[in-house]
């Protein structure tokens, strides 16, 4: 694997980062997961609005364009050999040494890292939802960021261990519903579609807000807001969602099996998805 770091292009093995970044001290960093289909950047906008707003918030001087991460991601793409890839790209609060700032960050390090993704299985494989023993910590600041913070998320992919058609479920302190370990939460009932609102503490996904969009052309009722896990063992269908896997239909809710693993409002979602895709957003 190749490895952008800084405005160059390395080998994995000898891409570093300093002891004294904050990203490494104190987690001061945010990323963004960019699906990359035929080296085209999908709802890149979207994404690096997100970025933005999440670097002001921390006071991370934003130092790049979208024109130049979009053309670092495609250089990091082809560098690794990958016309279609999983892209994760992180900005920290570069090497400020030990002990928290004042005012800001003005030197931020830039790190974009390129990997191959599996075609997208029709239909695609369902996971399986498990309520997790720890509840969804609340967020860091006013919104949750897409933060370099992850122990949270860290402890439940160790609690859900190696099964790869689990996702883990997240329920906030007061036991709402809130979302997966890498994913936003959606589920069908009575002809609506429903998902947990971003007051619960839920980070606002990009793909979750395409999904959300969609259902608005195809008419599908949507309703946000907070919600118990007895309302989503009641679903007639469920999916999750996030950049890489799209949309992923759901078979059963903490061994509680659905009516369907992938109904017609998990599959019309899907196909207008895919055909986003290929209209390029």
């Known amino acids: 694997m190749y490895v952008y770091v800084n405005g160059q292009i390395v080998p994995a093995e000898q891409a570093a980062v300093s002891v004294l970044d904050h990203g490494f001290l104190y ?17 890149w906008d979207q994404h690096f609005a997100r970025l933005s707003a999440g670097l ?30 999983y892209v994760r790209i992180s900005i920290t609060g570069g090497n400020e040494g030990v002990g928290l700032v004042t005012e ?18 029709l239909p695609p494989r369902p996971k399986r939802l498990q309520v997790l023993s720890i509840p969804r910590q609340t967020a860091e600041g006013p919104v ?6 992850y122990l949270n998320n860290a402890l ?47 980070l606002d996904g990009v793909t979750r807000r395409h999904v959300l969009n969609l259902a608005q052309k195809l008419d599908i009722p949507v309703q946000e807001g907070f919600y118990r896990l007895e309302e989503l063992e009641g679903a ?10 799209e949309i ?16 017609s409002y998990t599959q019309a979602l899907h196909l207008a998805y895919r055909e986003s895709v290929a209209c390029g957003g």
Do not use: C
């Open 27 to 43: 987690g001061i960093g945010l990323f963004e997961t960019v699906r990359v289909y035929q080296e085209r950047l999908f709802l």
């Open 156 to 202: 439940a992919r160790l609690e859900v261990g190696n099964q790869t058609d689990v996702e883990g479920l997240f329920l906030t302190h007061d036991g709402y519903l809130a979302e997966g370990i890498v994913s936003n939460l959606f589920w069908i009932r009575d002809g609506s579609m429903f998902t947990p609102a971003v007051e619960t503490g839920i």
């Open 104 to 121: 800001g960050y003005a030197r931020p390090s830039l790190f974009i890292f390129a990997k191959s993704v599996p075609p997208i299985a």
């Open 248 to 263: 992923v239909p759901v078979s059963e809710v903490n061994g509680k099996v659905l009516p369907a693993a992938y109904g």
């Open 236 to 245: 007639s269908e469920a999916f999750v969602t996030n950049s890489v896997q």
């Open 56 to 85: 002001l918030a921390l006071h991370i001087r934003n130092a790049w364009s979208s024109a130049e991460l979009e053309a670092a991601i495609l250089q990091t793409a082809k560098a690794n050999g990958l016309a279609d890839a």
């Open 144 to 149: 949750r960021f897409k933060s370099h913070n």
